[in-house]
């Protein structure tokens, strides 16, 4: 049954008559990766941000897919010049799914530029540029013609034609967006702080697929909408909304929801030894996919999440309900607008 399932990816991957659209990168905790949503995210509203994240799925049906994703960005932004400034970052993501091993590894780029509107509005666009890899190894799978009739026998070919059984790929990949960003400096009332919405499209230059160079076909574009928000309501409480929608050929995928974080204490602005501490629980859904639970905690400039998904498609009978599990960990080397005063970084 695992064989078979990778085996069924890598026909959907390899030898389709018409342009595919390949599984990419896909996190519950999209608040946590934001350059993989738009390259203009690269230092829209924190000075420094690095991020860490790693998931693994499909563990109750076939071999995990198991996903790692590390990202950095910062802006340029001059505290005596109103103006606009210019951002970067990076990104590396690497996952690795079934018994094949099939792989994706992947670096980008982006590069972005903010230009404040007025005093509570920034818009700001960017572009992304990278590399990534894909490979699988079919020497280790199992075909229905190494069935003896009563038994999987090893020792019989399988008779694809596969050459040593490795397959691997390299090509140049791309992307642009734009993002708004609305922040209003009122850390304690009720309001909404900030929200950040943009929109972006990823595979700008269609790459070619080609596993096993029986057709080339190419990534279809990648269209990101998104937003996420910061909104007080009261003293101790702030709930973080988020949503995100994909469309990417046939391909639809649209999640949304929010945490809710309490504040135990408020970081001082007279002395360095009191620190920020918040936590907060929260809940994803991922449309006809799957329903997650989250974690958010939040320590001075560290803030580390968790997740777990509840698969509720039609996977489940195999699945038995059980999804991904994910683990997140941001750190803040300054924050532009709120720095030390913010009761959630």
């Not at 900030?194 to 076909?217: F, M």
């Not at 990417?248 to 001082?268: D, V």
Request: glycine residues 8%; proline residues 2%; contains cysteine.
């Amino acid at each position: 049954m695992k064989k078979s399932f990778c085996i069924l990816l890598i026909l959907i991957f390899s030898i389709s008559k018409k342009n595919i659209s390949a599984q990419d990168i896909h996190f519950t905790e999209i608040y946590m990766s934001p350059l993989v949503l738009n390259p203009a995210n690269a230092g829209a509203f924190y000075k420094q941000r690095a991020t860490l994240m790693y998931r693994s799925q499909w563990r109750s049906v076939t071999t995990p897919y198991v996903s790692i994703k590390a990202g950095y960005d910062m802006n340029f932004k001059n505290s005596q010049n109103k103006k606009g400034y210019w951002a970067g970052g990076i990104y590396v993501y690497n996952d690795k799914a079934g018994d094949s091993q099939m792989s994706l590894t992947q670096v980008n780029f982006s590069g972005a530029y903010h230009l404040p509107i007025d005093a509570e509005n920034i818009i700001g666009a960017g572009i992304q540029g990278g590399y990534f890899q894909r490979s699988a190894n079919t020497s280790t799978l199992s075909w229905g013609n190494q069935f003896d009739g009563y038994q999987y026998n090893p020792s019989l070919s399988p008779n694809e034609n596969f050459g040593d059984g490795t397959m691997a790929f390299g090509k140049l990949d791309a992307a642009i967006g734009v993002v708004h960003t609305y922040y209003k400096n009122e850390m304690y009332k009720a309001v909404v702080q900030r929200i950040t919405s943009g929109i972006a499209v990823h595979h700008l230059n269609k790459p070619e697929i080609d596993y096993v160079n029986i057709t080339k076909d190419r990534l279809y574009y990648r269209w990101v909408l998104h937003s996420e928000a910061e909104i007080n309501i009261n003293e101790k409480i702030k709930a973080l909304p988020t949503l995100a929608y994909y469309y990417q050929g046939k391909l639809k995928e649209f999640i949304i929801g929010s945490n809710f974080m309490y504040a135990f204490q408020k970081a001082s602005t007279k002395t360095t030894g009191v620190k920020s501490i918040s936590a907060g629980l929260g809940a994803m859904y991922r449309w006809k996919d799957a329903a997650a639970v989250t974690f958010l905690l939040n320590y001075d400039k560290y803030l580390f999440g968790m997740s777990y998904d509840f698969n509720i498609s039609s996977l489940n009978q195999a699945s038995n309900y059980k999804g991904a599990f994910e683990i997140s960990l941001r750190y803040l080397f300054e924050s532009e607008k709120i720095k030390s005063k913010s009761r959630f970084r």
